[in-house]
């Protein structure tokens, strides 16, 4: 059977209702008794997780109105400790410099689903990350913020937590005016030392498959692909 989980808080956020689907059978009335149930249910939005190689049921997800909308790919590596930093890196200590992260934390965002699928139409994209941003900063979803500093400006951000017995990167981002100056990847030592120092033996990433820069500097820092799932929004 496909599992579904409705989504209170996106629901909530959103103000209708979201749920979670993930197939886990290719049988083709078990995914259309899904999809009535999501009606019966007034579900607004549902959030279908299909695994790369069942062909078969990407293909009936797309044609009954699921858009792709995000090929998430998981990376993750046993934490390390690293040294030798050329770049100012430090905990954020909350000075006041909202804009700034503000604008780090949309450019975290740029391959979001929630800014590819046109159906959101009132600003939920920045809503969504400023919200993610402000949920970091009070140790919400995170337990650390991470900020380069270069030319008395942040440049960078990154943020770390925590899910179960290993430690996840959240947010992520270097001022467009910075790249290619090695900060994205001392950001990421850096939380890998946190990661460490904290006892966590795994530190994990979530991304998007085209996000191909992100990609590239997950594998440069040493992780490696632990999964990749499809993920379609289905507008009921």
């Given at each position: 059977m496909n599992s579904i989980e409705y989504l209170p808080w996106d629901s909530a956020f959103f103000g209708f209702n979201v749920a979670r689907v993930v197939i886990n059978s290719e049988d083709p009335d078990n995914y259309r008794q899904t999809l009535k149930i999501l009606n019966e249910q007034h579900v607004r939005l549902a959030y279908?997780?299909?695994?790369?190689?069942?062909?078969?049921?990407?293909?009936?997800?797309?044609?009954?109105?699921g858009k792709l909308v995000d090929k998430k790919i998981t990376f993750c590596k046993t934490s390390a400790s690293h040294k030798g930093f050329r770049n100012d890196i430090m905990e954020y200590?909350?000075?006041?410099?909202?804009?700034?992260?503000?604008?780090?934390?949309?450019?975290?965002?740029?391959?979001?689903?929630?800014?590819?699928?046109?159906?959101?139409?009132?600003?939920?994209?920045?809503?969504l990350y400023k919200k993610w941003l402000e949920n970091s900063l009070n140790g919400k979803v995170a337990s650390s913020v991470i900020i380069a500093r270069t030319e008395e400006r942040i440049s960078g951000l990154i943020t770390l937590g925590a899910r179960g017995n290993f430690a996840d990167i959240g947010l992520l981002a270097v001022d467009r005016s910075y790249v290619g100056m090695g900060i994205g990847s001392e950001l990421v030592y850096y939380a890998d030392n946190e990661a460490y120092a904290k006892g966590f033996s795994i530190i994990k990433v979530v991304t998007q498959?085209?996000?191909e820069r992100a990609c590239l500097l997950y594998k440069k820092c040493g992780f490696s692909v632990e999964s990749l799932i499809n993920t379609y929004h289905m507008w009921l």
């Open positions: 279908i997780l299909v695994v790369p190689d069942s062909n078969y049921m990407n293909t009936m997800v797309i044609e009954s109105g200590s909350g000075n006041g410099e909202d804009k700034e992260l503000s604008e780090l934390a949309l450019q975290a965002g740029l391959y979001s689903r929630f800014r590819i699928d046109g159906n959101f139409r009132d600003g939920e994209y920045e809503r498959l085209d996000n």
